[in-house]
């Protein structure tokens, strides 16, 4: 699993690709979306585009990423799922919980939007 970033003013968007099964790499993601809570990014964009598989470790990890942000008073994203990855969020019924988009561009623009109107941040 590879973790591609990319900063858009405040906003940033980890781009993943491979498979989410767990593991050192995919507690690499969460302690990459801590380290962007350290340094005041609160508001971030998880490409999944890249990835094919996930299993529940890797579901527990963007549970984890969530709860670390909404902690801080931020917000996840979740752009560019993928069916086998839809799936497994539907059956999990996460995809209730998680905020989804087509691409990384259109969660960038909701994060915007949301600010313009005032509800972002949880």
């Not at 405040?10 to 809570?37: C, F, R």
């Not at 996840?76 to 086998?84: I, R």
Request: aromatic letters at 4%; proline letters at 1%; a positive charge.
């Amino acid at each position: 699993m590879k973790i591609k970033e990319k900063i858009e003013g405040d906003i940033a968007v980890l781009t993943i690709s491979g498979n989410m099964m767990g593991g050192p790499e995919t507690t690499a993601l969460h302690d990459k979306v801590k380290s962007l809570i350290a340094d005041g990014i609160k508001r971030v964009v998880i490409d999944l585009k890249g990835v094919k598989w996930i299993n529940s470790s890797g579901l527990g990890t963007l549970m984890a990423c969530m709860s670390s942000l909404k902690n801080a008073g931020g917000k996840l994203k979740l752009a560019s799922v993928t069916d086998k990855v839809q799936s497994v969020l539907m059956i999990t019924k996460l995809i209730q919980i998680f905020e989804t988009y087509e691409n990384a561009e259109r969660a960038v623009a909701s994060f915007v939007e949301e600010e313009r109107h005032g509800t972002g941040s949880g």
